[in-house]
């Protein structure tokens, strides 16, 4: 059987109701993310969600008083169709992450659990670095589905979906060819045989 296209997993997930349990599973670790991203910053900024699902992260940042612009987009039209009916007034776009790019560029990127889905994840981080990112921004990704987490491994079967299985380093050096410096990583919340979510920083523009 051939494989799926991620996004129309999603969209069924979306239809299914499973966008609920995905903000369930991630906040834990986004949470950790976000106070990497934004809790140290004092002055205004804006910020994109690469592969928000039903908007859930747009939607805790807009609440953000240092925060001027939050949207999000993704690839699955029934996420961004569910993220519309939640909040109507807030920025939600349909499309792949690989052919979009805002007028104008931001300060903030984060992206959860997604990254992997592409065949060539550098391609999709150099393209959201080069256009999507401010000359002084940073970007944040978390992901579950890495060589160092065994119990992944399984999970491109499971759905019967294309996944790029990567190691720590790799998506470090993956950050730092996309033009990123000062790039770290570390695991949040390992619980008995699951090692963490793997969470990769980097800024533009400082090194
Ligand atoms: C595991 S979900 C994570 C959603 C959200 N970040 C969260 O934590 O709830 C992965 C998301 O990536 C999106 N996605 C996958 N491939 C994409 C692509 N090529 N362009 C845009 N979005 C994509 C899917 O539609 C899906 O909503």
């Given at each position: 059987?051939?494989?799926?296209?991620?996004?129309?997993?999603?969209?069924?997930?979306?239809?299914?109701?499973?966008?609920?349990?995905?903000?369930?599973h991630?906040?834990?670790?986004?949470?950790?993310?976000?106070?990497?991203?934004?809790?140290?910053?004092?002055?205004?900024?804006?910020?994109?969600?690469?592969?928000?699902?039903?908007?859930?992260?747009?939607?805790?940042?807009?609440?953000?008083?240092?925060?001027?612009?939050?949207?999000?987009?993704?690839?699955?039209?029934?996420?961004?169709?569910?993220?519309?009916?939640?909040?109507?007034?807030?920025?939600?776009?349909?499309?792949?992450?690989?052919?979009?790019?805002p007028?104008?560029?931001?300060?903030?990127?984060?992206?959860?659990?997604?990254?992997?889905?592409f065949?060539?994840?550098?391609?999709?981080?150099?393209?959201?670095?080069?256009?999507?990112?401010?000359?002084?921004?940073?970007?944040?990704?978390?992901?579950?589905?890495?060589?160092?987490?065994?119990?992944?491994?399984?999970?491109?079967?499971?759905?019967?979906?294309?996944?790029?299985?990567?190691?720590?380093?790799?998506?470090?050096?993956?950050?730092?060819?996309?033009g990123?410096?000062?790039?770290?990583?570390f695991?949040?919340?390992?619980?008995?045989?699951?090692?963490?979510?793997?969470?990769?920083?980097?800024?533009?523009?400082?090194?």
């Amino acid at each position: 059987m051939s494989l799926k296209k991620a996004t129309d997993i999603f969209n069924a997930w979306a239809i299914a109701g499973k966008d609920d349990g995905m903000q369930k599973h991630h906040s834990a670790a986004v949470n950790v993310m976000l106070d990497t991203l934004v809790g140290p910053r004092t002055s205004k900024f804006s910020f994109i969600d690469a592969g928000c699902g039903n908007g859930w992260v747009v939607r805790q940042m807009e609440n953000h008083p240092l925060c001027t612009r939050s949207i999000g987009i993704d690839g699955a039209e029934e996420m961004i169709g569910k993220a519309k009916l939640i909040d109507p007034l807030g920025s939600y776009i349909h499309s792949d992450l690989l052919t979009w790019a805002p007028e104008e560029t931001f300060d903030l990127i984060h992206s959860m659990e997604v990254f992997y889905y592409f065949n060539n994840p550098k391609k999709v981080i150099s393209h959201i670095v080069k256009n999507w990112l401010n000359e002084r921004g940073e970007m944040i990704m978390g992901i579950d589905f890495y060589k160092e987490n065994s119990k992944s491994h399984s999970w491109p079967n499971d759905l019967n979906t294309h996944m790029e299985l990567l190691g720590i380093s790799d998506w470090v050096e993956i950050f730092e060819e996309s033009g990123l410096t000062q790039v770290t990583s570390f695991q949040t919340n390992a619980k008995n045989d699951f090692p963490g979510t793997l969470v990769v920083h980097g800024m533009k523009g400082k090194s």
